[in-house]
């Protein structure tokens, strides 16, 4: 049984581009949830996506911004990148219960952006 | 805003020693999660803890959770150097919408022999 998976590993972007991150959730979860690990610092809730909605949503600008879709893997994008931005991001997956009531979110391996 | 605070941020160990690792977070929850993470990796999943007065162990880490001080603890035993790495707590806030984990800011565990 494949896990999370993420693409790409690393990213090299300048500053001003738009970046698009990927994630695959783990089998027969639903939830995506995507995390901003800057380097010295825990992981910080940026959004969540569930029924290829957004749920929920972290204190991050508007630049930030994600799909999900009907499989219910889901896309990151991140424009106008600034060198703050540089850091892992991290997709977990969960399963949704009805009402919203969710288990253990799983984590992915990650996607290295580095802004210049 | 839940705050999760983790003490202390850096540990230095020697090898065969015990230390705990504490995490108190400022809302109520009762569901809390440790994690490990080595250098440029994601996160490994050490301890799932869903009720007050939970206890968890594997190896040489043992982890509870006491809902009522909203203090959880990751005690590690007769350390070893394969124990380096960086501690995270996290607190599923809201778990009943979706849930949103909050993250501690991160324990740095050295073992050396």
């Known amino acids: 049984d494949a896990g999370v998976t993420q693409s790409p590993t690393h990213l090299i972007k300048t500053r001003g581009q738009q970046v698009t991150l990927r994630c695959s959730p783990k089998?027969?979860?639903?939830?995506v949830s995507w995390y901003q690990q800057a380097l010295g610092q825990g992981p910080q809730f940026i959004f969540q996506?569930?029924?290829?909605?957004?749920?929920q949503r972290g204190n991050f600008p508007d630049r930030f911004s994600g799909h999900q879709f009907p499989n219910y893997s889901s896309e990151l994008n991140v424009n106008a990148l600034l060198l703050g931005d540089s850091a892992l991001y991290l997709c977990?997956?969960?399963?949704?219960?009805?009402?919203?009531?969710?288990?253990?979110?799983?984590f992915g391996p990650g996607t290295r952006l580095t802004v210049t | 805003e839940l705050k999760v605070e983790q003490n202390p941020l850096f540990l230095s160990m020697q090898e065969g020693k015990n230390y705990t690792i504490y995490c108190n977070y400022s809302?109520?929850?009762?569901?809390l999660y440790w994690y490990r993470q080595d250098p440029g990796k994601s996160l490994e999943s050490l301890f799932v803890?869903?009720?007050?007065?939970a206890v968890k162990q594997e190896g040489r880490l043992m982890a509870s959770l006491d809902t009522k001080a909203r203090l959880s603890t990751l005690h590690i035993t007769a350390a070893v150097h394969d124990l380096s790495a960086t501690y995270f707590c996290a607190v599923d806030y809201l778990y009943n919408q979706g849930g949103k984990l909050i993250f501690g800011q991160g324990t740095e565990l050295s073992v050396k022999p």
């Open positions: 977990a997956s969960s399963f949704s219960m009805g009402l919203g009531y969710s288990y253990e979110q799983y």
């Open positions: 089998s027969g979860h639903d939830t």
């Open positions: 803890l869903l009720s007050n007065g």
């Open positions: 809302t109520t929850s009762d569901r």
């Open positions: 996506y569930y029924e290829e909605e957004e749920r």
